[in-house]
């Protein structure tokens, strides 16, 4: 199949770490993607990251990619109430029109 | 720039009733697509189109059309509603040779099939 899974939920305090993991399915997908979703809004790329990559660094994000496990992940240090979104993981497949699919999200709650 | 726009924001239909969605982009890119987004789902592929004039069927085409008569224009079209066509739409483009692919997306309309 080509599901990509994220836990549901994830409730952190503020100014904790938060890390939102991700399985794939693809083996030959090309890129990695994290997406924020605020409330009323659509999708806004937050990184991404080629899969000859393992890791990822941009700010507080830290992206971290297991190819042998299919297995991604997103860090934000330091988090912040304005953090609280949906964050969608998504991977890019190879070949056809390449395909974008798109994990069921994981709802971030960061209490203050 | 606007980025990507969507019209309209929010719809009541009934049952058998058509309409059409309209995304705009002012960022001159060849790719657009619309996704509908549910509950407990990750968003899923309707159509897209890789260029004025072209369009193609995407995972869940089926009671839905489009077109892209005008490069920064793509229609999505309902010719009769059903209530499980309820759900949120979102309009997205990208160039086609950005580095990472990256898609932006509208913010959505909220469609309610009553």
């Known amino acids: 199949g080509e599901d990509v899974e994220q836990s549901l939920f994830l409730s952190v305090r503020e100014g904790d770490s938060s890390v939102i993991n991700c399985t794939y399915t693809d083996s030959s997908s090309t890129y990695l993607y994290w997406y924020k979703q605020e409330p009323g809004a659509g999708l806004q790329l937050l990184t991404y990251i080629f899969s000859n990559m393992d890791m990822k660094q941009d700010q507080r994000l830290t992206v971290l990619l297991n190819k042998k496990d299919k297995h991604l992940s997103l860090r934000i240090a330091d988090t912040q109430t304005g953090d609280s979104a949906i964050y969608f993981c998504a991977e890019r497949h190879s070949g056809g029109y390449q395909k974008v699919t798109f994990g069921t999200g994981t709802k971030l709650q960061v209490i203050p | 720039n606007a980025g990507v726009t969507q019209t309209p924001k929010f719809r009541v239909l009934k049952t058998g009733q058509s309409m059409t969605l309209l995304c705009a982009q002012d960022?001159?890119?060849?790719?657009m697509y619309w996704y509908r987004q549910d509950p407990g789902m990750g968003l899923r592929l309707i159509h897209y189109?890789?260029?004025?004039?072209?369009?193609a069927k995407g995972e869940v085409p089926d009671g839905y059309n489009v077109s892209r008569l005008k490069k920064q224009n793509f229609l999505l079209g309902l010719e009769s509603a059903a209530p499980s066509q309820t759900s949120v739409y979102f309009c997205?483009?990208?160039?086609?040779?950005?580095?990472?692919?990256?898609?932006?997306f509208g913010p959505g309309t909220r469609l309610t099939v009553t």
């Open positions: 997205a483009s990208r160039t086609r040779d950005s580095i990472g692919y990256e898609q932006y």
């Open positions: 960022m001159n890119h060849e790719y």
């Open positions: 189109s890789v260029g004025e004039g072209t369009t």
